[in-house]
């Protein structure tokens, strides 16, 4: 069946570092989507990337999605307090969104 | 409204147990997923529905799991006799469609613990 991998499963930063999160998929996939997760809360989604090469922003948050449509990137840039929680990536293939273990920030002040 | 509904919040029950979820998804969203998520961030897909149709159950341990999306009514996941691995918080979601550009609409979750 789908498998997503995604890591790392932890990322301790400092604030005002840099981080990314890496997801891959043992298929190709028709989409992926990532979502945000604050601790005791439900996920949020974020982006979903479709084309093959993608790349989208949204302010401090770069997402990508590979050439072959099977591993995707959620890079942050200066990393704030308000970005703590878990990352997700779920990739859609066969009407079936399947999620990564996340990636769980916890960020130092 | 604008939210995904699940109730309740929070449900303990008994090993052997029935357990009974409910979920209002947002008004115009044709399809309904339930997962179930375990302590270690899991997400575990159990069944999706298009309207009040199955659409992939592929996921449901039917032996003790089933569910429901029936016409003007929240659609429910219960769970006859509850095991002690059953404790998850299981979280609805719904969409327009399916793959959906705006993605899932999640609700807040429901948490069993089965004593």
């Known amino acids: 069946g789908q498998q997503v991998m995604q890591i790392p499963q932890y990322q301790h930063v400092q604030e005002g570092e840099d981080f990314t999160t890496y997801c891959n998929s043992s298929?190709?996939?028709?989409?992926i989507q990532w979502y945000k997760q604050r601790p005791g809360g439900h996920p949020v989604f974020l982006i979903q990337?479709?084309?093959?090469?993608e790349v989208k922003k949204q302010k401090r948050l770069t997402f990508q999605f590979g050439e072959a449509k099977k591993n995707s990137s959620l890079h942050i840039t200066a990393t704030q307090t308000t970005d703590v929680g878990t990352y997700f990536c779920a990739g859609h293939r066969d009407y079936k969104l399947s999620f990564g273990a996340g990636t769980t920030v916890t960020v130092r002040a | 409204g604008e939210e995904v509904a699940q109730t309740p919040k929070h449900l303990v029950r008994g090993e052997g147990q029935k357990a009974k979820l409910y979920c209002a998804p947002i008004k115009g969203h044709s399809y309904v997923f339930w997962y179930q998520q375990v302590l270690k961030n899991e997400f575990k897909f159990l069944i999706s529905?298009?309207?009040?149709?199955?659409?992939?159950e592929t996921g449901m341990p039917k032996e003790r799991f089933s569910a429901k999306c029936l016409p003007n009514s929240p659609c429910s996941l219960e769970i006859q006799a509850t095991k002690l691995e059953d404790s998850a918080v299981y979280f609805c979601?719904?969409?327009?469609?399916?793959?959906?550009?705006?993605?899932?609409?999640f609700g807040s979750g429901t948490r069993l613990t089965v004593v």
């Open positions: 990337l479709v084309k093959s090469g």
């Open positions: 979601a719904s969409s327009q469609s399916v793959p959906g550009e705006y993605g899932y609409t």
């Open positions: 298929t190709t996939l028709s989409n």
């Open positions: 529905f298009q309207n009040e149709n199955v659409f992939d």
